[in-house]
């Protein structure tokens, strides 16, 4: 049957008005009739008339299952995948707004100040894609794909990211893509040539586009569209802007960004409010090549005096080493300013500053966004050292311990969050001992395996209860990462201080929560009632070791929803056994 206005989808979405339509799907504005809640719902024929359009199809399915595992603010969520013999309806959020590209032809070039804001937001949701295993490459940044929405109280509003019918997988196997899926004057050139596997560098070349176009109102997909740098267009704008930019669409990926964690941080202001891309001004780069000219011409004299020279060198490296330790003996409110001037300004592969900082953060109980951003800002940017050194692995530890059990983001502190933000650091020490098997690692170390495997696991998505299906040999590995998690925190290691009962309670009751939603799963995949149970009564029992007073209204609260768990899969494997 026709979908038409006024007509219902499953009982339940109620077609208002069609809001989009291309060639083989229509997108509709929809009313939830049991939440009365606005709903987008895209309409896919399911029988194109050739070969393009079943492919047509199946990306925007792709699509769809690959969205449903999102879980961050500027992606909509697909709620609901509707299939029936002709079409497929996919409902999603309804995103009030318009996009920027009708912004741009409305307003032409914004502010400066405002496209630095969005391009902070922007990098932080492909930081997001890119953190995903495997990563998801966007691989379409533009205007027309960025919705822009008015909030009270948010001066430059927020972004949402729609559109991810080019999306892709990045699997390290490749050597290059094999469709060329991009808009032209945005691609990157090894998009468009696919002269390599486009990865999280492509992504940052299509923004610095995006970015560039909002800047300067320039549509790069004109016919006479001629590049030029942002200055030239206008010369208001900063010069370290323009050399931001510059960067991030370098025609060699090597030249680029590594990564949106390193491009956020110069995207941010400092503590003295001022953008720290104000490093890569023209003005600072002539300062350094001005220093290197006189360098060279007191070279020859250089000679002279080398054995001066010997002596000031270890004169130098003294007083280095004292200014750093000078810096990182900082306490109070000097202590983190002064740690990060260490690693700026004095030696950035030295590793006390940036345990002094994890530490800093530890002790407060307190590690939000900013902070979480200013770690791994300073990290990707200024470390060069060995990253398969055990002292550098342990910091990738701490810092992924730190998002595990103190990480909130917007007043969130949703577990399965904390735990997805968490996998790059763990990743880093899997890759290291992957290449050195032999790897000697610190004791406070020992649960890294676990935590490796459990955040790998709730970062594909909000929670493994929507998840895709697991193999039974998946769920036992997920059934062996709680219990080396929970044996972890019974025997302390790499838990300390005051908060230990309170990590314990909260790793513990959300381990039973999962596996209470993964219950269906167990039962059809064939792992046995025993195996489960097991591993609710060790985190029912992690529950029951906590002692500090003030948790006992929520340990009470802990066991009696534990005990409901348990009791939910028992009745999961009891009705399967009826059946």
């Known amino acids: 049957m026709a979908t038409t206005i006024g007509s219902v989808i499953e009982g339940k979405y109620e077609i208002l008005a069609e ?16 939440l009365n809640k606005s ?25 769809a299952n690959m969205m449903m595992n999102f879980n961050h603010p500027a992606f909509p969520r697909i709620v609901d995948i509707i299939e029936t013999e002709d079409v497929i309806y996919i409902v999603m959020d309804y995103i009030e707004g318009e996009s920027l590209d009708k912004v741009l032809k409305a307003q032409g070039a914004q502010p400066y100040e405002r496209v630095v804001d969005w391009g902070a937001q922007l990098a932080e949701a492909l930081r997001y894609l890119h953190s995903q295993d495997p990563p ?44 060329v899926m991009a808009t032209p004057g945005y691609a990157s050139p090894e998009q468009v040539n696919k002269t390599r596997q486009t990865d999280a560098r492509s992504d940052i070349y299509c923004l610095g ?84 000219i006189r360098f060279g011409a007191f070279a020859a004299a250089a000679v002279l005096f080398a054995l001066l ?41 030295r590793l006390d500053a940036y345990n002094n900082l994890v530490q800093a953060y530890k002790d407060s109980g307190r590690f939000d966004k900013q ?51 968490a996998a790059s650091y763990f990743e880093r020490i899997q890759t290291a001992v992957e290449a050195n098997p032999d790897l000697k690692l610190p004791d406070a170390m020992k649960p890294w395996k676990s935590y490796y495997e459990l955040a790998n696991t709730f970062k594909k998505s909000s929670g493994l209860t929507v998840a895709e299906s697991h193999s039974a040999e998946e769920l036992r590995s997920i059934l062996t990462a ?7 925190m019974a025997n302390n290691a790499g838990y300390d201080g005051s908060d230990a009962d309170s990590i314990r309670l909260s790793q513990a009751r959300y381990f039973a929560n999962q596996l209470n939603g993964l219950k269906n799963e167990f039962v059809s995949s064939g792992v046995s009632e025993d195996e489960v149970l097991e591993v609710m009564q060790l985190s029912r ?32 494997y009891y009705g399967n056994q009826e059946g």
């Open 209 to 292: 586009m995006t970015l560039h176009h909002l800047l300067t109102g320039q549509d790069p997909t004109k016919d006479d569209y001629e590049y030029r740098p942002i200055r030239q267009w206008n010369p208001d704008l900063p010069i370290g802007l323009e050399m931001l930019i510059e960067q991030c669409i370098a025609l060699d990926p090597d030249d680029r960004f590594q990564s949106c964690e390193e491009l956020i941080y110069w995207l941010q202001k400092d503590s003295n409010g001022a953008y720290r891309f104000e490093a890569f001004s023209a003005e600072y780069r002539k300062q350094q090549r001005n220093k290197l």
């Open 371 to 421: 902070e979480s951003q200013q770690i791994s800002g300073l990290i990707s940017t200024y470390y060069k050292g060995d990253v398969n050194d055990p002292d550098y692995l342990k910091l990738c530890y701490d810092i992924g311990y730190l998002y595990f059990n103190f990480y909130t983001e917007d007043g969130s502190e949703g577990f399965a969050q904390r735990a997805s933000h």
């Open 482 to 488: 709680v219990t080396d998690c929970v044996n972890s």
């Open 309 to 349: 020279a010997i002596g000031s060198r270890v004169t130098g490296s003294v007083v280095t080493n004292r200014n750093y330790d000078a810096a990182t003996a900082a306490v109070g409110t000097e202590l983190i300013p002064e740690n990060e001037r260490a690693i700026k300004e004095i030696d950035g592969n």
């Open 39 to 63: 709903w987008a719902v895209k309409e896919v024929r399911k029988r194109g008339r050739d070969a393009n359009g079943d492919v047509y199809v199946q990306s925007l399915v792709t699509e």
């Open 136 to 179: 998801i490459i966007y691989r379409d940044m533009k205007p027309a794909n960025i919705m822009y929405q008015e909030v009270a109280g948010v001066d430059n509003g927020l972004l949402k990211i729609i559109d991810f019918g080019t999306a892709r997988e990045y699997k390290q196997t490749k050597s290059a893509d094999t469709v």
């Open 541 to 572: 029992s992690s529950e029951q070791s906590v002692t500090l007073q003030q948790l006992d209204e929520a340990k009470a609260a802990a066991l009696a929803e534990c005990d409901d768990f348990i009791v939910n899969i028992q009745n999961a």
């Open 19 to 34: 809001i989009g339509r291309g060639g083989m799907s229509c997108v509709y504005l929809a009313r939830d009739t049991r």
